[in-house]
């Protein structure tokens, strides 16, 4: 809880206090959970009628999560409103997380109706998986101003914020941009490119590619796979990453051994990955054993329990680093 006391001076430094959340979804509820248990005041806009309770009921599903990563979120909800008319719901933030549909005419609509109702000082920020700011920021009066903090979900949980400028961005607001999602406790990564996936999703796909490969060829079953990743490289790159880990794999020399002994041999593995899509016959192997392994976990809370997994992993790595100097600030503190 001391650790989060300092993110709420943090907030203060950075002249954040009201923010806008436009479109109540998956994201936009997440999104939501985090900024209020982190003090800020959120008004939800979205014209679906069930907006008040779908958000209400994600953020009572991240109080346990947010309580397990230190935060008092007693009163979480008292600053949280909600306002169908869009510009009177950005027209005194300081900072506007859109999480609407992601479709390129709903974002450059959007953000133009946005950039007219909000202040002049307000940070402008799409949660969009795969719409760079330079596509979405086209009918804007200033494009400078709009930058992508694309979340990996939950936002409310996991680190990641990936912060994606386009060309035309201004510097001085991606600093702030970065200092306010560093104030979150997030880990705020800067791209320097628009990148299609960004990175954290082209690393994933990258993964997952081989992945279904080696399941389709009957090389492994799903639920070996699984195991085979959480007990193995799932650890390993939760804790260091792949290169710091390749790089500590010997006392002395670190990743210019790894590149002089084991790059051929990676090379060889590399040309040996197999095509794949999702055609019918992999689909259905899929589906096929998903329910075959993972039945039970489909009816018992998958969600719950895959959020206690992940603060369970965060908590144990941060306890570690507590004790640490090896890391700088804003990647230490989870
Ligand atoms: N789901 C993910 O895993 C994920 C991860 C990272 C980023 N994102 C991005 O976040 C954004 C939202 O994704 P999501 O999964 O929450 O989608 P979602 O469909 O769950 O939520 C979208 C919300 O936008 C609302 N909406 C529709 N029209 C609106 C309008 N005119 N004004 C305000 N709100 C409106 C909808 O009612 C809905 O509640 C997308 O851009 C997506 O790429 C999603």
Redesign the pocket.
């Known amino acids: 809880v001391q650790a989060r006391s300092k993110f709420k001076k943090l907030m203060r430094d950075n002249g954040i206090a009201r923010t806008a959340v436009?479109?109540?979804?998956?994201?936009?509820a997440s999104w939501a959970a985090l900024f209020l248990a982190n003090g800020l005041s959120v008004i939800v806009?979205?014209?679906?009628a069930t907006?008040a309770t779908r958000v209400m009921a994600t953020i009572e599903g991240a109080r346990p999560v947010l309580s397990g990563l230190g935060y008092d979120t007693d009163r979480m909800t008292d600053g949280l409103s909600f306002e169908t008319d869009?510009a009177a719901a950005v027209h005194s933030a300081d900072l506007v997380q859109e999480?609407?549909?992601?479709r390129l005419d709903?974002k450059k609509q959007?953000w133009r109706a946005i950039e007219a109702a909000a202040p002049k000082h307000a940070l402008l920020l799409?949660?969009?998986?795969?719409?760079p700011a330079s596509a979405q920021s086209r009918d804007m009066i200033e494009p400078s101003r709009l930058i992508l903090g694309?979340?990996?979900?939950p936002p409310y949980l996991m680190p990641l914020v990936e912060v994606v400028p386009s060309s035309v961005s201004n510097t001085g607001t991606v600093s702030r941009v970065l200092a306010f999602y560093r104030g979150l406790g997030k880990v705020a990564v800067e791209l320097k490119r628009e990148e299609p996936g960004f990175v954290a999703d082209r690393l994933q796909a990258a993964l997952f590619r081989e992945s279904v490969s080696l399941v389709r060829d009957g090389v492994v079953s799903m639920r070996d796979l699984d195991d085979i990743v959480t007990s193995s490289i799932g650890i390993r790159w939760a804790a260091n990453g792949p290169f710091l880990s390749f790089h500590l794999g010997r006392e002395t020399d670190g990743l210019r051994h790894f590149i002089a002994h084991l790059s051929k041999s990676m090379e060889t593995l590399w040309e040996s990955f197999g095509d794949v899509s999702f055609d019918k016959s992999t689909n259905t192997l899929l589906i096929e054993q998903a329910r075959h392994f993972y039945r039970d976990h489909a009816v018992s809370g998958p969600t719950e329990l895959r959020d206690a997994r992940e603060v369970a992993v965060l908590n144990a790595i941060a306890s570690v680093n507590q004790t640490s100097d090896s890391q700088p600030e804003h990647r230490r503190d989870i």
């Open positions: 436009v479109g109540g979804g998956v994201i936009g806009n979205d014209p679906d907006t869009l999480c609407g549909p992601e709903f959007i799409s949660s969009s998986a795969g719409i694309h979340p990996f979900n």
